[in-house]
Nanobody, 111 residues
Framework: QVQLVESGGGLVQAGGSLRLSCAASESAGSINTMHWYRQTPEKQREFVAVVSTNGYTNYADSVKGRFTISRDNAQNKMYLQMNNLKPEDTAVYYC?????WGQGTQVTVFS
């Protein structure tokens, strides 16, 4: 059972950037795909981005061109670089792998 811990959330002005990290308790190389999701009180948890072991990536349309997902298998970590943030990006961001979820990290974007 993999354990995941997110970090890097915070308060940022619209147009700014944040970098989220997700640390996995076991070798990230043993995990095939790793995902970022986000959730607000008004919405169901929604897909943000995914990265596979071989580097394949995919993004939600709402973040394409602004967010970049990456992973470092040697460090057992996954990242989400978020640029040109918008107020609608405000949410709790979760990483997910092997069906397990982290506790989430809050991102708040103000205009």
């Amino acid at each position: 059972q993999v354990q995941l811990v997110e970090s890097g959330g915070g308060l940022v002005q619209a147009g700014g950037s944040l970098r989220l990290s997700c640390a996995a308790s076991e070798s990230a190389g043993s995990i095939n795909t790793m995902h970022w999701y986000r959730q607000t009180p008004e919405k169901q948890r929604e897909f943000v981005a995914v990265v596979s072991t071989n580097g394949y990536t995919n993004y939600a349309d709402s973040v394409k061109g602004r967010f970049t997902i990456s992973r470092d298998n040697a460090q057992n970590k996954m990242y989400l670089q978020m640029n040109n943030l918008k107020p609608e990006d405000t949410a709790v961001y979760y990483c997910m792998a092997n069906g397990e979820w982290g506790q989430g990290t809050q991102v708040t974007v103000f205009s």
